[in-house]
C-alpha cells in the first residue's frame, strides 16, 4: 500500500528531547545516517510583508503558496530509477504530475498531459512472476510488459473500470459495475468472468398468481401454447449457456432491495465474496443547507448528511458465489465469537434507571458488516495469492468489535481467526491486514495491547507478536519473499515517527531512518531502495531516496519551500511531558517560549485545542495547522508563551488516551488544559489569570466546554467552526465515542456545550462558516440563541458566508486571524 495518498499533515523537530519510557520493548537495531543535503533549484517567491523580521498576519494567512508547493502523493515508477509526486501549479488548485530520475536530484519536471497515462499510478498491480503491471487511468485500463516497457491501453469507454487484478492464469480481471471480467492479454479477448443482479431470477412463466388466471389456463387453448413455447425456448437457451463456453455465464440473482457493498474475486478466477447490503438512501430530503451566495444570486439547498440523531442500524450479508458450481452460499456470522452478546447492556441500563425505567438485557444478533477503515484504501476483503484462502475483516455496528475470519469452502461457513472487542470503540486507524505471499498465514495489526502493533497469526493457532512496546505501528509494506514487513512508528519518542522493518524468521526490528521529524515511505518496486517524506516542525515535507539498507544515508531530492519563508523567524516550540493529574502517562504538548525571557516578569499565553479530537499536533514534523504555526510564531515575538497539548483523545499515545472521552467528551480533555496552564504558571513564569484559550472543529467545542465548565481557566476563548450538539454531528464519528443518542442520550447531555452554556462568564468570540457541510451552521444558532436566551453579554459571533469546514479564501483567514488576536489583546495584559 503507498503511503503518501494519506497525506499525514503532522509535524516534528529533533532537537532537544528525550525519549519517552518504553516497557517490554523489542531490541531496535539503530542507525545514525547523516541526512546529506545535495544542491537544487531554489524557488522564488514574494519578499515577506513584515519589516525587519516582523511576522504578520497578512504574510501568514495569504495564499499558501507563498510558503512554496510541497510534493504530495509520492511514488516510484516502475523501473525504481524515478520518483514521482504531485505538486501544485501556482496559484491553482490544480495538481500536476512531476517526475525525478535518481542521481539528479531537483524539483524534476512536470509529465505531459499527452503521457500521464503511461505513468502508471500508486495503486498499480502485478502479475505473479512481476513482469506485468496493470492500472486504472481516468477509468480505464492499462497494461505494461516490464520487460520491453511497452503500454497497452485495454479498454477506452465512459464506464469505470475499478479492482484491477492478475489472474494466476495470466488474464487481467476487473470489476465493472456488477460485473468480473478478465482480459486474456495474448489474445486480448475480454469474458465475463461472473455477474449479479438485484432482482428475481428470470422465468419462462409464472404460475397463475388468482382464481381468473387458473380459469384462464383451463379454458383457452391457445394461452396455454404460447405459455408452452414460451417454456421451451427458455430451456433451450438455458441448455446452450450451460453447454456453450463462448456465451455469457449466468448471473447471480439477489433480493432487489439490495445493493452491492464490496465484492471480491479469487486470484484463480473460481470464488467470488460479495457483501451486499440494504438500498436505503444515506439522507433524507430534509438534510440540506442553505447556501446564500450562489451564482446565481439566489439561496440555493445544499444536500448535506445524515445527522447521529437520524441514525439507523446498518448490516451487511456475506455471499460465498463458487463460479465453477454455480451455487451461492450466504455465510453466517453466528460463528463470531460474540455476535449476540448485548455489549451496551451497561449503557442501556444506565439510561433505562435515568428515566426511572428497568432494562432487561437480550441476546439478538448484532449487526455486522465488513470494517471501513478510514485510514486505508486496501479492501476489508483479502485473497492469499493462491487462491485457495481469503479473509474478511468484519466489525460490529455498535462500534465494539471486530473480527478476523476465514471461510470453510467446504462448509461454506466463516470460521474466526482472531476477536478484538473494546469496552468504548474500535479504533477507525491500525486495521491494515493481509497475507504472507508464500504461507497461509495472516499479519494484522490490532491495539489488544493498548497500543497498535503487528501481529502474524498460522490459522487456527494463536496469534504472535511481532512489536510490542509503548508506541504505536502503522503503514505495513510486506516484502515479496517474506523477509521482513516494513513499518513506520514512534518508537524513540511519541513525536517522532521513522521508518523500521522487522524480521518475519527471527523477530529482530532494524530502524531504517533516524532523520527525526515525520518521516513516511515508500518502498521501491525492487525493494532495494526507499522513497521518505521527511518533514520538521519548521520546514515543510520534502523527498529524500536512500537505499533500504540499515545506516544508509538519505539524499535529499526536492527542495519546494520558498526562500521567503526560509528567511522568516519562525518559533520552533518544545515538546515537553506535561503532568497529568488525571493519568499515569504525561500529556505531550507543544511549547512555545519567547526570547529575552526575563526571572520574575509574567507572561501572556494561549493554549490552541487542535481538532479532530484523535489526531495528534505536539509531533515534530510539518502540521496541518501550518497557519497555526506561523500565528503561533508571531504571538512568540510579541512575548505570548503559547502551548499545543495533545489532551487526552489524541493519536499516537495509545488505546486507553484515545478512549479516556467514551462518554464524556469535554471532561478529560479540559482536565488537560488545566494541568497545561499549571505547567506555564510553574515552568515559564505565566500569569494564571493571563492564559485565554482557542481552537477549530474539536478544538471550537473544547473551547466552549472550558468557558463554559471551568470559567475560572481561562480570560477568554475562540471557538471556530464548532460543535455545539453532537446529536448534530455525523454518524460514523461521533457513534464511536458517544454511541447513538437513542440509545446513550446521557452521552450527549454530558458531551455537548449547548448544555453548560449557563457557565459562560468570560469574552467568547464564536467564527462560524455558513455552508460548512462537516459541523453545520446550526450548530453556531442554536447556541447563539440560548445564549440570547440566557442572557449572556460577553460573546459575540462572526459568520463567513462563503466558507466551508476549511477555510479557502486568504480573505476569510485573515479576518478570522485578525477578530482571534483583537480577542487576546483586548483580554490578557
Not at 537495531?29 to 516582523?54: F, H, K, R, Y
Not at 520552533?572 to 525571557?597: C, M, N, R
Request: net charge negative.
Amino acid at each position: 500500500m503507498q503511503k503518501f495518498t494519506k497525506t499525514l499533515l503532522i509535524t516534528l523537530i529533533s532537537a532537544g528531547l528525550s525519549a519517552c519510557a518504553a516497557t517490554s520493548q523489542p531490541p531496535v537495531t539503530s542507525s545514525a545516517p547523516q541526512v546529506e543535503a545535495e544542491p537544487v533549484a531554489i524557488v522564488q517567491s514574494s519578499p515577506a510583508l513584515g519589516q525587519n523580521g516582523e511576522i504578520v498576519l497578512e504574510q501568514i494567512m495569504a495564499d499558501p503558496d507563498w510558503i512554496g508547493r510541497e510534493p504530495q502523493n509520492a511514488y516510484w515508477a516502475l523501473d525504481s530509477q524515478h520518483i514521482r509526486y504531485q505538486r501544485k501549479m501556482a496559484g491553482s488548485p490544480v495538481l500536476e504530475l512531476y517526475q525525478t530520475a535518481l542521481g539528479t536530484p531537483g524539483n524534476g519536471n512536470a509529465i505531459d498531459l499527452s503521457d500521464l497515462h503511461k505513468a502508471d499510478n500508486a495503486t498499480r498491480v502485478f502479475n505473479q512472476d512481476a513482469t506485468k503491471a496493470a492500472w486504472v487511468f481516468e477509468g480505464n485500463l492499462f497494461v505494461k510488459d516490464l520487460a520491453t516497457g511497452m503500454v497497452t491501453q485495454l479498454t477506452q469507454q465512459d464506464a469505470q473500470v475499478q479492482a484491477p487484478q492478475f489472474l494466476l492464469d495470466g488474464r487481467l480481471a476487473y470489476r465493472l459495475g456488477n460485473a468480473f471480467l478478465a482480459i486474456d492479454l495474448s489474445t486480448g479477448i475480454s469474458r465475463q468472468v461472473v455477474s449479479w443482479k438485484f432482482a428475481d431470477k428470470p422465468k419462462a412463466v409464472q404460475e397463475p398468481k388468482d382464481y381468473l388466471a387458473k380459469e384462464q389456463l383451463q379454458l383457452i387453448e391457445t394461452v396455454v401454447k404460447e405459455r408452452a413455447e414460451r417454456q421451451a425456448h427458455f430451456e433451450r437457451r438455458q441448455a446452450i449457456k450451460a453447454a456453450n463456453s463462448s456465451l455469457v455465464p449466468e448471473p447471480f440473482y439477489f433480493d432487489s432491495k439490495f445493493v452491492t457493498a464490496e465484492a471480491s474475486l479469487s486470484p484463480d478466477g473460481k470464488r467470488l465474496v460479495l457483501a451486499i447490503e440494504e438500498d436505503k438512501p444515506s439522507r433524507s430530503e430534509k438534510d440540506i443547507m442553505p447556501n446564500y451566495i450562489g451564482e446565481d444570486g439566489r439561496i440555493k439547498s445544499e444536500a448535506v448528511r445524515r445527522m447521529v440523531a437520524e441514525a439507523e442500524p446498518n448490516k451487511q450479508a456475506l455471499w460465498l458465489l463458487d463460479l465453477e458450481k454455480g451455487t451461492q452460499s450466504e455465510l453466517s456470522f453466528a460463528s463470531l465469537p460474540g455476535y449476540n452478546e448485548d455489549v451496551l447492556a451497561a449503557v442501556k441500563k444506565e439510561n433505562a434507571a435515568a428515566e426511572g425505567e428497568t432494562y432487561q438485557s437480550n441476546r439478538l444478533p448484532r449487526d455486522i458488516g465488513l470494517i471501513t477503515d478510514w485510514y486505508w484504501t486496501q479492501s476489508a476483503i483479502r485473497w492469499h495469492n493462491n487462491g485457495r484462502q481469503v479473509a474478511v475483516m468484519l466489525k460490529a455496528w455498535d462500534n465494539k468489535d471486530r473480527w478476523i475470519a476465514t471461510v470453510d469452502f467446504r462448509k461454506n461457513s466463516l470460521v474466526s481467526q482472531h476477536r478484538l472487542h473494546d469496552d468504548a470503540w474500535i479504533n477507525y486507524k491500525f486495521n491494515s491486514f493481509g497475507w504472507l505471499n508464500n504461507s497461509e498465514t495472516l499479519y494484522f495489526l490490532s491495539e489488544q495491547s493498548g497500543y497498535a502493533h503487528l501481529y502474524k497469526k498460522t490459522l487456527n493457532t494463536k496469534e504472535q507478536a511481532l512489536t510490542f512496546g509503548r508506541y504505536e505501528v502503522d503503514d505495513l509494506t510486506l516484502t515479496r519473499d517474506d523477509q521482513y514487513i516494513y513499518f513506520r512508528a514512534n518508537i524513540k519518542h511519541p513525536g517522532i515517527y521513522e521508518v523500521y522493518r522487522v524480521s518475519l524468521t527471527n523477530g529482530d526490528i532494524q530502524a531504517m531512518t533516524d532523520m527525526g521529524g515525520n518521516n513516511l515511505y515508500v518502498l521501491s518496486p525492487d525493494e532495494q531502495k526507499l522513497l521518505v517524506n521527511h518533514s520538521t516542525v519548521t520546514m515543510p515535507p520534502e523527498l529524500y531516496v536512500q537505499q533500504a539498507d540499515v545506516g544508509a544515508k538519505p539524499v535529499k531530492y526536492t527542495d519546494t519551500v520558498s526562500d521567503a519563508f526560509k528567511a522568516m523567524p519562525w518559533s520552533a516550540p518544545q515538546i515537553v511531558p506535561v503532568p497529568s493529574s488525571h493519568s499515569q502517562q504525561p500529556i505531550y504538548a507543544k511549547l512555545y517560549l519567547p526570547e529575552g525571557y526575563q526571572e520574575g516578569e509574567k507572561r501572556k499565553a494561549v493554549i490552541f485545542n487542535h481538532g479532530a479530537g484523535y489526531l495528534q499536533n505536539s509531533h515534530l514534523g510539518w502540521s496541518v495547522y501550518f497557519r497555526e504555526f506561523m500565528f503561533h510564531s508571531m504571538l512568540v515575538q510579541q512575548g505570548y508563551v503559547v502551548m499545543d497539548m495533545d489532551y487526552r483523545a489524541s493519536q499516537g499515545y495509545g488505546r486507553d488516551w484515545r478512549t479516556a472521552i467514551y462518554r464524556q467528551m469535554g471532561t478529560p480533555e479540559i482536565q488537560d488544559l488545566r494541568d497545561g496552564v499549571s505547567y506555564m504558571v510553574t515552568n515559564a513564569n505565566v500569569d494564571e489569570q493571563g492564559v485565554c484559550t482557542y481552537g477549530g472543529s474539536y478544538g471550537g467545542f473544547m473551547t466552549f466546554m472550558a468557558l463554559f465548565t471551568a470559567p475560572d481557566l481561562f480570560q477568554c476563548g475562540a471557538a471556530l467552526r464548532p460543535v455545539t450538539d453532537w446529536a448534530y454531528y455525523n454518524i460514523p464519528y461521533t457513534s464511536n465515542i458517544l454511541n447513538t443518542p437513542d440509545v446513550d442520550p446521557i452521552a450527549y447531555q454530558r458531551s455537548s456545550p449547548i448544555y453548560f452554556a449557563e457557565g459562560l462568564q468570560k469574552p467568547l468570540l464564536i467564527n462560524a462558516p455558513m455552508v460548512d457541510n462537516n459541523v453545520f451552521f446550526v450548530d453556531v444558532v442554536r447556541l447563539v440563541q440560548r445564549l440570547i436566551e440566557l442572557e449572556k453579554q460577553d460573546f459575540e459571533t462572526a459568520i463567513y458566508p462563503v466558507e466551508s469546514h476549511g477555510f479557502r479564501q486568504p480573505s476569510s483567514w485573515l479576518d478570522e486571524y485578525r477578530r482571534i488576536y483583537k480577542l487576546f489583546q483586548e483580554n490578557l495584559h
